[in-house]
Nanobody, 115 residues
Framework: QAQLVESGGGVVQPGGSLRLSCAAS????????MGWYRQPPGKQRELVAI???????NYGDFVKGRFNISRENAANTVHLQMTNLKPEDTAVYYC?????????WGQGTQVTVSS
């Protein structure tokens, strides 16, 4: 049973930045893709960013160049650098990975953007 460990959530002012990280317990060679989804209060979960084992990246439409996802294979980790954060980015952010064709989710980390 693979595990995903998230870090980096918190409270930030509008226009600020945060970096989320997610480490998988499995070797990167067994990971098909890895990334982040989020669930704003009262809304459905949505894609933030995902990166495949070939380096292909997809972002949610709302990202508009503000976020950057990167992969650190040696550490089986992905990072999500978020800049120019807005109050509407407030959500629980979940790490998601497909490992050996099984989908896994992290427990979620809260990101709150508020003045």
């Amino acid at each position: 049973q693979a595990q995903l460990v998230e870090s980096g959530g918190g409270v930030v002012q509008p226009g600020g930045s945060l970096r989320l990280s997610c480490a998988a317990s499995e070797s990167s060679s067994s990971i098909n893709f890895m990334g982040w989804y989020r669930q704003p209060p009262g809304k459905q979960r949505e894609l933030v960013a995902i990166i495949s084992n070939t380096g292909s990246i997809n972002y949610g439409d709302f990202v508009k160049g503000r976020f950057n996802i990167s992969r650190e294979n040696a550490a089986n980790t992905v990072h999500l650098q978020m800049t120019n954060l807005k109050p509407e980015d407030t959500a629980v952010y979940y790490c998601h990975a497909q490992i050996r064709w099984i989908n896994y989710w992290g427990q979620g980390t809260q990101v709150t953007v508020s003045s």
